[in-house]
Nanobody, 115 residues
Framework: QVQLVESGGGLVQPGGSLRLDCAGSGFTFSNYDMNWYRQAPGKEREGVAFIRNTGSFRNYADSVKGRFTISRDNAKNTVYLQMNSLHPEDPAVYYC????????WGQGTQVTVSS
């Protein structure tokens, strides 16, 4: 069974940092490009970061460029999102996704930014 499980969210003050993890199972993780998305209340889901299956290419939404870093460890079947300098505009439920798997989503992990 294909599964994606996100973790690492929480409450952080503006300017703080969090690292999100996404563990994949049921598929050959190292063969799949991965995305991080986020969805805030009342807004559409938006792409945040992308990483090639080998880790050789990464891309970011303009809103997070320079603050967020996507990485992966194929030996652990895990993709990460290091989020620094969190803004009040960053709170959302964060999800990972493999484009080739289509509409396979985990439960997401909530990120809250508040002083």
């Amino acid at each position: 069974q294909v599964q994606l499980v996100e973790s690492g969210g929480g409450l952080v003050q503006p300017g703080g940092s969090l690292r999100l993890d996404c563990a994949g199972s049921g598929f050959t993780f190292s063969n799949y490009d991965m995305n991080w998305y986020r969805q805030a209340p009342g807004k559409e889901r938006e792409g945040v970061a992308f990483i090639r299956n080998t880790g050789s290419f990464r891309n970011y939404a303009d809103s997070v460029k320079g603050r967020f870093t996507i990485s992966r460890d194929n030996a652990k079947n895990t993709v990460y999102l290091q989020m620094n300098s969190l803004h009040p505009e960053d709170p959302a439920v964060y999800y990972c996704n493999a484009p080739r798997l289509g509409e396979v989503w985990g439960q997401g992990t909530q990120v809250t930014v508040s002083s």
